[in-house]
Structure formats: C-alpha cells, structure tokens
C-alpha cells in the first residue's frame, strides 16, 4: 500500500514537470522577446536569471504539489490535522505571492543601480526561501508520520548548535555540574565560559601582541609620524584640487598668486594697465596703485573684483571679457605687491585710506589739503 503512494506520488510529481515545463520554457521566450537591445554579456546574464527564476518556479510547485499530498496523507492517518490546514494555507499564500512578481519589466542597459535587477534579485531571494520552507516542512511532516526506531541518532537540530556554541547545559543535567556552595538557598553552576567568548579573548592576546611588536619593537609609525603622514597627504590633496580648479577662482575665493603667477601678472599689468595707471603704478589717467588709499577697497578680493566688473562710470573698463579668471588673479595679486614702492611722480591720494584687515575710512582729500597747507607755510 505505502508503495503504491510512492509510485503514485512519483507519477505526480513527473507529470507536473512535464505539465509546467513548456509553460516556463513559453514565460522564458516571451520575457526575452520582451527585453530591448543590450550586449550580449547583458543577455547571457539576464536569460541565467530567467532560467534561474523558472527553475525555482518549478521546483516550487513541486514541492507544493508534494506537501499537499504529504499533508492529505497526514490528515488520512488523523495525525496534525489543524497543522494541516495551516501548512495548506500557506503553500496556496507563497504560491500565490510566487506568481504575481515573476512578471517583471524587461531590463534596460544600466544594471547598477537597476530596479528590474533589484527586483530580480528580489523575486531570486523570494523563490530560494520558499524552497528552503516547503522543505523543512515537508521533513517535519515525515517525521511525523514515520515512527522513530528506538535507538535511532537523531537528527541535527538548530538549537544543539547553539548549545554547543555557548558551551550550554540542558536544564536536566544541571544537577551534574551543581557545586556545593550555598548563599542563602542559592546554589552556583560551574558553567563554562562560552567558547565564541574565549577565542575571542585568546584571539584579542594575539593580536595585542602583534600590535606592540609591529609599533613598539619592529619600528612601526607611531601616532606623531602617521598624523604627519596625513597632513602631507590632505596638503598634497589640496594642491591637487587647487591645481584642477584654478580657473575656478572669483571674487569671494581668490588668494594671493605664487612667484610665478605674479610674474605673469606683471607682464599683463605691463601691456594692458600701465597707460592709465602707469607702469610702476603711480597712477596717470587711473588713480595711484602704490599708496594707502583706494577708491573701490584695497584687499586682493577688492582688486579682483574692480579688475573683472570694473567701473565704466569712472573711466575703468570690465576686463572679464578680456582676460581670464586667473590672469584676473595675477594681475591683482601684482598689484597687490606695488604697495609701498614710493614710484617717481605718484601720483596724489585718491578714495578711502585702507588697512590690511579692515579699512579705516578717511577722505584723501584731508590729507591733500593738508599737504597744501604745510606747503604754504614753509
């Protein structure tokens, strides 16, 4: 009789793959008619997930198919009969769930960051965990059913191992390892250490003692030596950054120019400023560049703003057109450096006297008058 359930439920069990099949083989070639043009690595990878996806499939249904009759059969021999209804429940819910992500939106070129590779890998997790399920369910079900031989190993189960891990006793041989002392009616266990805690106290002693030998004893860099490590590198890092967006620079973030941009700056002031300001800076047509006073604010980003926008009101043109951000820069950074020359023939003070790190708002033209007035009486 339990023979001929055998054979029978084999029978199912092959006419259900024979049955669904063509049916995954038709879902496969439609899912690939379906997915647009991509490399042919792409293809491979995805139709491996179809394939991957449709097998799962299938195996699903089988392992439905057997737990259904697996549990009819419990139910047959009165044995779980309320675990039965449950257990069918939920084989008819995972099926369920199981059909309705399998169609998914063909995949389109970019696969990082994907959601149908997201969704894929989803639905590949989904399936996995189902079959692991229907297993573990189908086994316990057989356990059931079958009689346990006396004397029989039993099977692994997932709390032993956590026994062995923490290094447990079961409640009922507590008694074997009870010690003799007695504190007020409680009574102390010589419990071991759990083995995870020792190894990982064991493996802590053999690391420290790395440590100190590769720092203490083999020379390695102490904290001084690695904090200069990373200064360098964080300076060379922004000299990098610097470098790769030096034509980047405006009027709220420009600094002084090095040596060399300076030198450029000269040779700009040189062709294009010295008509109007002269070429030490003493000031022709445009006022004097090497004196304390300034009309429009004399710090570098006061300069490099008056350079780029200018002041066609006054006579002083826009250069942003003519020159570029870091010749803008360079110029200004040179002007900067005419400050206190004393040129020949400077020419006399002009705008608001200015101090490095704030100006100090005093009119020329006191001190021009004052100037007159020491003339006279001398």
Known sequence: MLRNKKTNLMGKAIALVSAMLPLAL????????????SSSSDDLMWYSIYAV???????????????INVVKLAIEKSKVK?????????????????????????????????????????????????VIVLILRIRNILNELVPK?????????????????????????????LL???????????????????YSFYISIVWAIGYMSYYH??????????????????KEQQEAYARANAGKVDENSVTMADAAGIADGKDIFTTNCSPCHGKNGEGVVGPNLTD???????????????IKLGYPAKGM?????????????????????????????AKAPQGDLYKEGGAVKTDSTQVVAKDTTMAKSI
């Open 26 to 37: 038709l879902a496969q070639n439609e899912a690939a008619k379906a997915a647009p043009a």
């Open 53 to 67: 996806m449709a097998i799962l499939l299938l195996v699903i249904l089988i392992l439905g198919g057997v737990l």
């Open 82 to 130: 309320v675990a039965a209804v449950a257990l069918l429940l939920m084989v008819s819910g995972a099926l369920f769930s199981q059909g309705a992500p399998a169609a998914q939106p063909a995949p389109v070129n970019s696969m990082i960051g994907n959601w149908n590779m997201i969704m894929a890998v989803s639905i590949l997790i989904t399936e996995l965990f189902v």
């Open 149 to 177: 031989k006396e004397g029989a190993v039993s099977t692994f189960k997932f709390p032993k191992l956590l026994d062995n891990f923490n290094a447990s006793v079961a409640v009922e041989h507590e008694k074997d390892i």
């Open 180 to 198: 003799e002392h007695n504190y007020d009616g409680i009574r102390e266990l010589d419990n071991n250490l759990p083995p995870w805690w020792k």
């Open 217 to 234: 004893v083999m020379g390695g860099p102490s904290s001084h030596d690695e904090y200069d490590t990373a200064m360098r590198q964080a």
């Open 292 to 306: 304390d006073y300034w009309l429009h604010g004399g710090s570098i980003q006061d300069i490099f703003k008056t």
């Open 317 to 345: 043109k826009s250069w942003a057109t003519d020159l570029s951000p870091v010749q803008i820069k360079d110029v200004a950074s040179y002007i900067k450096t005419l400050h206190g020359t004393n040129p020949p023939n």
